[in-house]
C-alpha cells in the first residue's frame, strides 16, 4: 500500500517537535543588526510576511538513544512493528533535504534518504506525496479553505519546528537574546527560550530569526545540563527568489502505485479518522501526549530498548521519554519519567 500523508507528521510524535533542533552555524562575521528586545524579535517572527525562497537544511541528533543490540532485525512494512522502526529513524537518523515556497499555497518538500527521497507537493488545494524508494504515490485534492494550513502541518523544516516550539511554550517560558549569528550567510538574532520549569528535559531552545525577514532560520534545542544540542535543524543555504512554478507542478511516474485519499468534508478537522488521535495532558514544557497503541509493548525491537519501570517500560532519551503502560498506551513527552507515571494515572 502506498504511504498516506500522515507518514510525514505521526500523531504520536507531535509532542516530540518540543525536542525541536539545530545546525551548527558560525556566530562569526554575522551583519550587524538594529537592537531588538526579545519581545520585538519575537513579533518580528510572528509578523513575517510570505515569502518566496527555496533553501537547503540538514538535520541531526545526538539524543542519547541506547544503541541496538547487535544481531537485532528491524521490522519492516506496515503495522505497530513499522510505526516503531519509523519513530526510532526519526530520532536517531540524520537527514538532509531541500524545500521551495512559491506563491501563497505553494510549497514543496524534499527529504533525502539513503535509497532515495521523500516529497511533498502542495499547489493551491492538490496536495502529493511520493516515495521514490517505494514508487509509491498518495494524493488528495483538500477543501477550499482549508489548503492554507496543509504545508505547516507536514513540513518538518526550521520554520514550521521553530513556530510549533514558540506556540507550545507560551506565557511559560523566559525570553532572551544572544550576541547576532549567521546562518545559511544570512544575518539572524539569536533568540533564546528558556523554561520557567525543572518538570522538563528540555534547557534552552535558540531560533535564528532571520534580521531583515523574520524567517527562522535555525533552531537548536539543548537537554538540561548538557552544552552540545542534542537535536539540530538549521537551512545550510537560502535563496529569497522566487522558485520555478513547475516545481509545484507534480506527475506521478507511469509505473508509481497511486493511492486517491478523500479529505474530510464539513468543519475541517472535526470528522473522525482512522488514525489514533492523541489525548494532551498539561501545558509547555510540561505537556504529556496519550495514544492508545494496542498491543506494540509486545513488540521485540523494544524490550531491546526499553527498561521496566512501575507501570510499563520506558524509551529514554536527553529530551524525550516514552512511557509504554501495561494497558497498551503510549505516553509521550519532554518531562521526566515521574510526570510520565502521573499522567498514566490521571
Do not use: C
Not at 529513524?89 to 534518504?113: C, K, M, N, Y
Not at 549567521?182 to 522538563?200: C, H, S
Not at 545550510?236 to 509545484?248: E, I, K, M, R, V
Amino acid at each position: 500500500m502506498a504511504r498516506t500523508l500522515t507518514r510525514w507528521l505521526p500523531a504520536a510524535a507531535v509532542p516530540l517537535v518540543i525536542a525541536g533542533s539545530v545546525a551548527l552555524a558560525s556566530a562569526a562575521g554575522a551583519d550587524e543588526l538594529p537592537e531588538r528586545t526579545p519581545e520585538e524579535i519575537l513579533t518580528l517572527l510572528a509578523d513575517r510576511e510570505h515569502q518566496p525562497f527555496s533553501g537547503e537544511f540538514e538535520q541531526s541528533s545526538d539524543l542519547g538513544l541506547p544503541s541496538l543490540p547487535g544481531g537485532v532485525d528491524l521490522p519492516a512494512g506496515e503495522g505497530d512493528a513499522a510505526a516503531v522502526t519509523a519513530a526510532l529513524d526519526a530520532l536517531t537518523s540524520d537527514h538532509s533535504g531541500r524545500v521551495f515556497v512559491g506563491e501563497e499555497h505553494q510549497a514543496r518538500l524534499q527529504v533525502f534518504e539513503s535509497f532515495g527521497e521523500r516529497d511533498l507537493i502542495v499547489n493551491g488545494t492538490e496536495v502529493w506525496a511520493y516515495d521514490s524508494s517505494e514508487n509509491a504515490a498518495t494524493h488528495t485534492t483538500i477543501p477550499e479553505g482549508a489548503h492554507a494550513a496543509a504545508p505547516d502541518q507536514q513540513q518538518l523544516t526550521p520554520d514550521a519546528v521553530a513556530d510549533r516550539i514558540i506556540e507550545a511554550a507560551g506565557p511559560t517560558t523566559d525570553l532572551s537574546v544572544r550576541d547576532d549569528v549567521e546562518v545559511a550567510g544570512r544575518a539572524a538574532y539569536d533568540l533564546v527560550l528558556t523554561p520557567r520549569t525543572d518538570a522538563t528535559l528540555v534547557g534552552e531552545v535558540a531560533i535564528a530569526v532571520d534580521g531583515e525577514t523574520g524567517q527562522p532560520l535555525r533552531v537548536t534545542v539543548t537537554a538540561r545540563g548538557e552544552d552540545a544540542p542534542a537535536f539540530q535543524l538549521a537551512y545550510t543555504s537560502l535563496d529569497l527568489g522566487a522558485p520555478d512554478a513547475d516545481l509545484f507542478t507534480f506527475t506521478p511516474p507511469a509505473d508509481a502505485e497511486v493511492e486517491e485519499v478523500t479529505p474530510p468534508t464539513g468543519d475541517h478537522g472535526s470528522e473522525p479518522t482512522d488514525k489514533p488521535q492523541p489525548t494532551v495532558i498539561g501545558e509547555g514544557w510540561e505537556s504529556v501526549a496519550v495514544l492508545e497503541a494496542g498491543d506494540i509493548a509486545s513488540e521485540p525491537l523494544l524490550a531491546q530498548l526499553t527498561t521496566a519501570v512501575d507501570g510499563g517500560r520506558l524509551l529514554s532519551t536527553d529530551l524525550v521519554n516514552a512511557l509504554i503502560t501495561d494497558d497498551g498506551r503510549v505516553l509521550v513527552g519532554a518531562v521526566p519519567l515521574e510526570r510520565l507515571q502521573a499522567a498514566a494515572a490521571e
